[in-house]
């Protein structure tokens, strides 16, 4: 599977979603007061959220697992004064972050691995936290888990945004999003057990679907009117067809899956 998510990431719709979303790669948080809010700058918001819930301190080491170009690591590490590694499978996610982090002046802080978060190049218990942003799901969870707990310091927290399967999930959607984004989904309620057979204690789960599905679609189809240049551009043939794919994609994920925030201690 990790071939094809180099292949999505690479391409250049995969490379068109940064440039809509603030230069993040996951979803955006939205409530009551920030309604009006674009998509990037939701975000943004649960990037901070994210980071809130990290605990890390100055120059210890993060590890952020499906690190998409990078924005999230150079917030945290701004924000936290940690040191940073990321790793992702996609060969331009790498790059982009890596000059993004020489851009911001933050190199003796971040550092992009290019490689497998399955088999990260680095020895046990090497980091005091770690995250799964919204990444998590192209790697199957139990065996990320498994990967996470054996870089993880004991005592380190790793915190964990994930798009959960509802009860009506259909088998028809796991099998399009299985084909498609390369993806496995799981139940909010089956974090307890894969947390523990990996050798996390679960400290909590925030179900926050209410924050995130409703404002999903209108969110987009805002984004790709406001740029609708850019991936003009950026999509040379067929950026009607791409255009309609993203919609139907991201409403087939609001019916089918909701978000949550999970908060484990390594064992």
Same mark, same amino acid.
């Given at each position: 599977?990790?071939?094809?998510v180099?292949?999505?990431?690479?391409? &250049?719709?995969?490379?068109?979603?940064?440039?809509?979303?603030?230069?993040?790669?996951?979803?955006?948080?939205?409530?009551?007061? !920030?309604?009006?809010?674009? +998509?990037?700058?939701?975000? @943004?918001?649960?990037?901070? /959220?994210?980071i809130?819930?990290?605990? *890390?301190? &100055?120059?210890?080491?993060?590890?952020?697992?499906?690190?998409?170009i990078?924005?999230?690591?150079?917030?945290?590490?701004?924000?936290k004064g940690?040191?940073?590694?990321?790793?992702?499978?996609?060969?331009?996610?790498?790059?982009?972050? !890596?000059?993004k982090?020489? %851009?911001?002046?933050?190199? @003796?802080?971040?550092?992009?691995?290019?490689?497998?978060?399955?088999? *990260?190049?680095?020895?046990?218990? !090497?980091?005091?936290?770690?995250?799964? +942003?919204?990444?998590? +799901?192209?790697?199957?969870?139990?065996?990320?888990? =498994?990967?996470?707990? =054996?870089?993880?310091?004991?005592?380190?927290?790793?915190? *964990? %945004?994930?798009?959960?399967? =509802?009860p009506? /999930?259909?088998?028809? +959607?796991?099998?399009f999003?299985?084909?498609?984004?390369?993806?496995?989904?799981? %139940?909010?309620?089956?974090? &307890?057990?894969?947390?523990?057979?990996?050798?996390?204690?679960? *400290?909590?789960? @925030?179900?926050?679907?209410?924050?995130?599905?409703?404002?999903?679609?209108?969110k987009?189809k805002?984004?790709?009117?406001?740029?609708?240049?850019?991936?003009?551009? !950026?999509?040379?043939?067929?950026?009607?067809?791409?255009?309609?794919?993203?919609?139907?994609?991201?409403?087939?994920?609001?019916?089918n899956?909701g978000?949550?925030?999970?908060? %484990?201690?390594?064992?």
């Amino acid at each position: 599977m990790s071939e094809n998510v180099a292949t999505l990431y690479n391409s &250049p719709e995969g490379q068109l979603g940064p440039s809509l979303f603030g230069d993040h790669l996951h979803w955006g948080y939205w409530d009551a007061e !920030t309604a009006d809010a674009d +998509f990037a700058a939701a975000s @943004d918001r649960l990037a901070q /959220i994210m980071i809130g819930k990290t605990v *890390i301190g &100055p120059d210890q080491r993060f590890i952020d697992i499906g690190c998409g170009i990078g924005q999230p690591a150079i917030m945290l590490a701004k924000a936290k004064g940690c040191r940073v590694d990321g790793i992702t499978i996609s060969s331009y996610q790498q790059q982009t972050a !890596t000059a993004k982090a020489k %851009a911001a002046g933050l190199e @003796d802080r971040l550092h992009f691995i290019l490689g497998d978060a399955l088999d *990260i190049p680095r020895e046990d218990q !090497t980091y005091d936290g770690g995250w799964f +942003f919204e990444s998590i +799901f192209h790697m199957g969870h139990a065996a990320a888990l =498994r990967e996470a707990s =054996r870089v993880l310091k004991p005592g380190a927290t790793l915190v *964990i %945004a994930d798009l959960q399967s =509802r009860p009506t /999930i259909t088998t028809e +959607f796991r099998e399009f999003v299985n084909k498609h984004i390369h993806s496995t989904f799981v %139940a909010m309620e089956d974090y &307890p057990r894969l947390m523990a057979d990996a050798g996390f204690e679960l *400290i909590g789960i @925030d179900d926050i679907t209410d924050n995130v599905m409703p404002y999903l679609v209108p969110k987009l189809k805002e984004t790709l009117t406001k740029y609708d240049m850019v991936i003009k551009d !950026t999509i040379k043939e067929d950026s009607d067809k791409m255009l309609d794919n993203w919609i139907y994609m991201f409403e087939y994920m609001r019916d089918n899956l909701g978000y949550m925030l999970a908060t %484990a201690r390594k064992i």
